[in-house]
């Protein structure tokens, strides 16, 4: 915790988190999971979760979209399947992490780690290089 009263997050800190969220698509494809859906990038697909998880995620989509006042680029569920648009998403996921690096309140940046975690691993599999500025950057 930061002197100010609220936390600070290094990009060590957010490891552990990304690699829980890097080694789910594996577990979502299991030949047995009945329904699930794909988010793609072209024809790429960056991530392959259950409906339950797809459907959560992109209600949080949603909300984040509203909070930094920019588009996703992660287009609607379409028959299971959407697609991400790079320009937008590469814009979205700079900006989010900027908001998560200006949010002082600890309970707000705990609420968002987690859909944080997700969006950095869909850059990373897409090949997209964030705007990551270290903890405490202003």
């Known amino acids: ?3 100010d009263g609220f936390w600070l997050i290094s990009v060590e800190d957010w490891l552990p988190v990304m690699s829980v969220a890097r080694y789910a698509a594996p577990y979502d494809q299991r030949e ?11 024809d790429q697909t960056l991530w392959n979760p259950s409906n339950g998880a797809s459907r ?6 949603h909300v984040y979209q509203a909070e930094v006042g920019l588009p996703s680029g992660i287009g609607p569920m379409k028959a299971d399947e959407c697609q991400i648009d790079p320009v937008p998403f590469k814009a ?8 998560h690096r200006r949010t002082s309140h600890a309970v707000m940046a705990a609420l968002a780690e987690g859909f944080v975690a997700a969006v950095l691993v869909l850059a990373e599999r897409a090949g997209i290089e964030v705007n990551w500025q270290p903890a405490g950057y202003r």
């Open 1 to 3: 915790m930061h002197g």
């Open 32 to 42: 047995e999971a009945a329904v699930s859906q794909y988010f793609d990038m072209g």
């Open 56 to 61: 959560l995620f992109m209600s949080q989509v």
């Open 92 to 99: 979205f996921v700079d900006a989010l992490l900027a908001w």
